[in-house]
T-cell receptor, first 115, second 109 residues
């Protein structure tokens, strides 16, 4: 069964450092998403991506965040200068989003710890 | 009013019980609705889509009421393995996806 894969599963970084979280969406999916979940809190939408550009982003997705699809298979989230409050589980998701298939499938997440 | 509202629970129910969760949404233009299940420290996993006509999958039944802007999930004959957090997810448009905070279910032996 096709699945969304994310690497690494756990990343520890020092405050102020840049991190790149990687995702390989399901191959025939067209829409890609990043979400985050701070421990004990709800899943929060960060950004959606379609046709090689950002479709929508939340207020959380400020200038320190960026996304890229560098090679047609990977979908990355970069955090330029990490803060302590960026510590969270980051989930990548993808969907086909046509009339019959709108559900999103999630990767297993990357736990980011900023120290 | 929050975009997607759920009772966070926890709902503690005995094995074999029937339990129901509701979720309300504020955007009447919302297009698609889903229930996801999330186990502790794991990724959300799709449980089922929600249609106006109702959707049943084994012990699980989901229903959408567009007029009242709520969706529901009914779990019959609860199992210990049903213990998890159930997330209501609303697609308000092609890129607008909103999660509820989740309802925690604990099934007790």
């Amino acid at each position: 069964e096709p699945e969304v894969t994310q690497t690494p599963s756990h990343q520890v970084t020092q405050m102020g450092q840049e991190v790149i979280l990687r995702c390989v969406p399901i191959s025939n999916h067209l829409y890609f998403y990043w979400y985050r979940q701070i421990l004990g809190q709800k899943v929060e939408f960060l950004v959606s991506f379609y046709n090689n550009e950002i479709s929508e982003k939340s207020e959380i997705f400020d200038d320190q965040f960026s996304v890229e699809r560098p090679d047609g298979s990977n979908f990355t989230l970069k955090i330029r200068s990490t803060k302590l409050e960026d510590s969270a589980m980051y989930f990548c998701a993808s969907s086909r989003l046509d009339r019959a298939n709108t559900e999103a499938f999630f990767g297993q997440g990357t736990r980011l710890t900023v120290v | 009013r929050k975009e997607v509202e759920q009772d966070p629970g926890p709902f503690n129910v005995p094995e074999g019980a029937t339990v129901a969760f509701n979720c309300t949404y504020s955007n009447s233009a919302s297009q698609s609705f889903f229930w996801y299940r999330q186990d502790c420290r794991k990724e959300p996993k799709l449980l089922m889509s929600v249609y106006s006509s109702g959707n049943e999958d084994g012990r699980f039944t989901a229903q959408l009421n567009r007029a009242s802007q709520y969706i529901s999930l009914l779990i019959r004959d609860s199992k210990l393995s049903d213990s998890a957090t159930y997330l209501c997810v609303v697609f308000g448009g092609y890129q607008k996806v909103t999660f509820g905070i989740g309802t925690k279910l604990q099934v007790i032996p």
